[in-house]
């Protein structure tokens, strides 16, 4: 049974910084590409950034987070982060991990493309 368990969320000035964690369980991590997304009352779920199966530099991000946000992973500790810095008020929200089903899969943008996901985290970011 896969698991997925955010961390990290809490209530920030704009400007600051936050690092989300995602513990996974249920999975050889390094073979599962993940992702983070984050959600609004009455919005959809909107994609932030994802990171491959592969980890490295292989990552894509969302234009409204590029050069501020920053994902990476430690297989050896089941986890994914999130840096976020320079937060902005409009990107209060709760924030998500999730992963995909299949392994050494590519990196989707939607999600549709992930099978699980974790219960989320809230961020808030006052101005």
């Known amino acids: 049974q896969v698991q997925l368990v955010e961390s990290g969320g809490g209530s920030v000035q704009a400007g600051d910084s936050l690092r989300l964690s995602c513990a996974a369980s249920g999975r050889t991590f390094s073979m599962y590409t993940m992702g983070w997304f984050r959600q609004t009352p009455g919005k959809e779920r909107e994609y932030v950034a994802g990171i491959s199966w592969s980890g490295g530099t292989n990552t894509y991000y969302a234009d409204s987070v590029k050069g501020r946000f920053t994902i990476s992973k430690d297989n050896a500790r089941n986890t994914a982060y999130l840096q976020m810095n320079s937060l902005k008020p409009e990107e209060t929200a709760i924030y998500y991990c999730?992963?995909?089903?299949?392994?050494?899969?590519?990196?989707?943008?939607?999600?549709?493309?992930?099978?699980?996901w974790g219960q989320g985290t809230q961020v808030t970011v006052s101005s």
């Open positions: 999730a992963i995909v089903s299949t392994p050494y899969a590519g990196l989707p943008t939607h999600e549709r493309g992930y099978a699980y």
